[in-house]
């Protein structure tokens, strides 16, 4: 699953930033996914699965120059566009690892080593083998008092939902890797779904409710939860 993730990503760097970037209402969602963060100046964020970087301003914004911004990836060509999209923000770091084992304890550069205050994924917990274990783990990586925010995509419940969740498909098909292993599953998007709402449920589960709202016309749901 990973390697085929990373040939996707790496194969379609190019169209998926401007996806990322682009889809209607996705840049009010990453402000408001940023914000639930709930960040103070100087504090430290990492993003897992960063991609391109499209979240990476919005948390900048957010920690101030004196704050420090890590995003994770393990495809090289997508995080080579978030290297260059942050490339004017000394405080930004963008590190090739897996999400699911960041490289973030002795090894890791010097500008980070030191508390996290919030762990952000963005239509990552999907790409997961174990979404709910992920969760746990970052959930103990930012500790009590840490915050951790989950926003990934799938179909709207709302009344005008069919229109949505045809083009809400489409974009799905053209941003996630066909692995092998979806492909030949009787149901992709329910297993997608599944993986999902574990994740969101192990959130709701470990941390104190501070965000739990959809977005994009209900396609998007954002889940954010404070550690005791
Ligand atoms: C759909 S993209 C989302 C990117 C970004 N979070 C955003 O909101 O635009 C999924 C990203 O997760 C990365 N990814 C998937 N599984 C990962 C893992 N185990 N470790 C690190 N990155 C991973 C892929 O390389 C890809 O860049």
Redesign the pocket.
Known sequence: M?TE??AF?GRWARL?DLI?RRTPGIARLRRRAAAACRLEPGDTVV??????G??LPYLRERVGPEGTVIG????RP?LERARRATAEYDNVHVLQ????QPPLGSDAPAAIDGEIDAVL????VG??DDPAGAVDDWCDLVGPGGTVVLANAAPSQEWYAPPVNAVFRAIVVL??PPTTRLRYETDPQRRLEEKIDAAHTRLRERAVAIADETHVFGVVRLTGGRLE
Do not use: H, K, P, R
């Not at 690892?97 to 699911?100: H, N, P, S, V």
């Open positions: 990973a993730s990373q990503y998926y990322a993003e897992m699965g960063c991609g391109t499209a979240n994770i990836d393990f495809t997508v690892g897996d999400a699911t994924a963005t239509f990552v790409m997961l941003s996630t």
